[in-house]
């Protein structure tokens, strides 16, 4: 029943293609907050090209970073409509959101995520467009059979360079091949507003998974020991709700150079925080991203190695001196000059234990950074 009322309502829509002044792009981008940071430079040089400039554009994203693109970027499209993974099971919910894309009714439609999951490829499949384009990316996400039937989705695979590029770069790559020229941003930024007061350390904690975070009692363990290696320097700590609920039990009163804003700052001012911060601490996450786009002058990041050379480590070409700890598997690997191994195990993934990371001499390490 569902599928036959889509039918006909894409056949209903296509009729309203004809005559109307401006054709209409639709961009699909639904992975996570990260994945936006290091793509949201892009759409500004998509809507700026001569080639779109009869264009109408449209976006359809994950409503994680709604807040993000409201505050930054609303001026891209005409409309956005949000995917709010959460709700996935909920079968009129999706419906409801392909009624949406239908309306729609775009001559173009742009899935430039690399590595397409399943609901990439459930709405590239179900969004009715003249024309569609993506990158051909990898099945890192859903297998190679998988992989190969969801390519004949697109009308156009974009080719792909490098086996392993960083993810801005390959970004750049996807939109450089669909307008044919060359394009110039050499890093991911984003805006923030000054705050006043006294300097301090920005500490994310968030992550979107416990394989990426320290468990509890290390966390705490970091915590107390980055505190007490100098009173007079403030930390301000920085995560979810999620972040504020694991931290109920810590004794703050005992560091008073740490302060936790966790589950306290909107996206917006978590990006002011981490903007203002003289250096920022993060695990692999959205907030080594924000901290690079705001051109935080010390950022460290904490890693079980997942993905590593796709988010992390960044490349000297953006960062020069970005300070990264990772599990031993990866840091003897290293030290030996075997960074090709290193590409070759974690590039597509990791669930390396991020505890094994020995405490004091990262302690040490970051200290030592932060003076240099």
């Given at each position: 029943?569902?599928?036959?009322?889509?039918?006909?309502?894409?056949?209903?829509?296509?009729?309203?293609?004809?005559?109307?002044?401006?054709?209409?792009?639709?961009?699909?981008?639904?992975?996570?907050?990260?994945?936006?940071?290091?793509?949201?430079?892009?759409?500004?040089?998509?809507?700026?090209?001569?080639?779109?400039?009869?264009?109408?554009?449209?976006?359809?994203?994950?409503?994680?970073?709604?807040?993000?693109?409201?505050?930054?970027?609303?001026?891209?499209?005409?409309?956005?409509?949000?995917?709010?993974?959460?709700?996935?099971?909920?079968?009129?919910?999706?419906?409801?959101?392909?009624?949406?894309?239908?309306?729609?009714?775009?001559?173009?439609?742009?899935?430039?995520?690399?590595?397409?999951?399943?609901?990439?490829?459930?709405?590239?499949?179900?969004?009715?467009?003249?024309?569609?384009?993506?990158?051909?990316?990898?099945?890192?996400?859903?297998?190679?059979?998988?992989?190969?039937?969801?390519?004949?989705?697109?009308?156009?695979?974009?080719?792909?360079?490098?086996?392993?590029?960083?993810?801005?770069?390959?970004?750049?790559?996807?939109?450089?091949?669909?307008?044919?020229?060359?394009?110039?941003?050499?890093?991911?930024?984003?805006?923030?507003?000054?705050?006043?007061?006294?300097?301090?350390?920005?500490?994310?904690?968030?992550?979107?998974?416990?394989?990426?975070?320290?468990?509890?009692?290390?966390?705490?363990?970091?915590?107390?020991?980055?505190?007490?290696?100098?009173?007079?320097?403030?930390?301000?700590?920085?995560?979810?709700?999620?972040?504020?609920?694991?931290?109920?039990?810590?004794?703050?009163?005992?560091?008073?150079?740490?302060?936790?804003?966790?589950?306290?700052?909107?996206?917006?001012?978590?990006?002011?925080?981490?903007?203002?911060?003289?250096?920022?601490?993060?695990?692999?996450?959205?907030?080594?991203?924000?901290?690079?786009?705001?051109?935080?002058?010390?950022v460290v990041c904490i890693s079980n190695g997942n993905h590593y050379g796709r988010f992390i480590p960044y490349p000297k070409s953006i960062v020069e001196n970005m300070l990264g700890f990772y599990p031993p598997e990866i840091k003897d690997e290293?030290?030996?000059?075997?960074?090709?191994?290193?590409?070759?195990?974690?590039?597509?993934?990791?669930?390396?234990?991020?505890?094994?990371?020995?405490?004091?001499?990262?302690?040490?390490?970051?200290?030592?950074?932060?003076?240099?």
């Amino acid at each position: 029943m569902k599928s036959s009322l889509l039918l006909f309502l894409f056949k209903f829509v296509s009729i309203f293609r004809v005559g109307r002044k401006k054709q209409r792009l639709l961009v699909m981008k639904i992975d996570a907050i990260g994945d936006y940071i290091l793509f949201r430079n892009f759409l500004s040089v998509l809507k700026a090209d001569i080639a779109y400039k009869d264009y109408d554009f449209y976006i359809f994203g994950n409503i994680q970073w709604k807040e993000i693109y409201e505050a930054y970027d609303a001026d891209f499209a005409i409309k956005a409509i949000w995917f709010d993974r959460s709700r996935h099971k909920n079968h009129l919910y999706l419906f409801w959101l392909l009624i949406r894309l239908s309306l729609i009714s775009a001559d173009l439609f742009l899935q430039p995520t690399h590595s397409r999951d399943f609901w990439c490829d459930f709405f590239s499949r179900r969004t009715p467009a003249r024309k569609k384009i993506s990158s051909f990316g990898d099945d890192t996400n859903i297998g190679t059979d998988a992989k190969k039937r969801s390519d004949d989705f697109f009308d156009v695979l974009l080719p792909v360079k490098f086996l392993y590029e960083f993810e801005f770069l390959r970004n750049r790559e996807f939109f450089s091949l669909l307008l044919e020229k060359e394009i110039k941003i050499s890093k991911p930024s984003i805006s923030f507003s000054k705050i006043d007061g006294k300097p301090y350390v920005s500490i994310f904690l968030g992550a979107s998974s416990s394989l990426k975070q320290f468990e509890k009692e290390k966390l705490f363990l970091f915590l107390k020991e980055l505190a007490s290696h100098d009173r007079n320097l403030k930390f301000v700590l920085l995560g979810s709700p999620k972040e504020k609920q694991m931290l109920e039990l810590f004794p703050f009163s005992d560091f008073p150079n740490l302060e936790n804003m966790c589950g306290k700052t909107s996206l917006v001012q978590l990006i002011d925080q981490i903007g203002n911060s003289t250096a920022s601490i993060c695990y692999d996450s959205s907030g080594v991203h924000i901290a690079v786009a705001t051109g935080v002058d010390k950022v460290v990041c904490i890693s079980n190695g997942n993905h590593y050379g796709r988010f992390i480590p960044y490349p000297k070409s953006i960062v020069e001196n970005m300070l990264g700890f990772y599990p031993p598997e990866i840091k003897d690997e290293l030290r030996k000059g075997r960074e090709n191994l290193v590409l070759e195990r974690y590039y597509t993934g990791a669930s390396l234990d991020i505890n094994t990371i020995p405490l004091q001499e990262t302690i040490n390490d970051i200290f030592d950074y932060l003076k240099s």
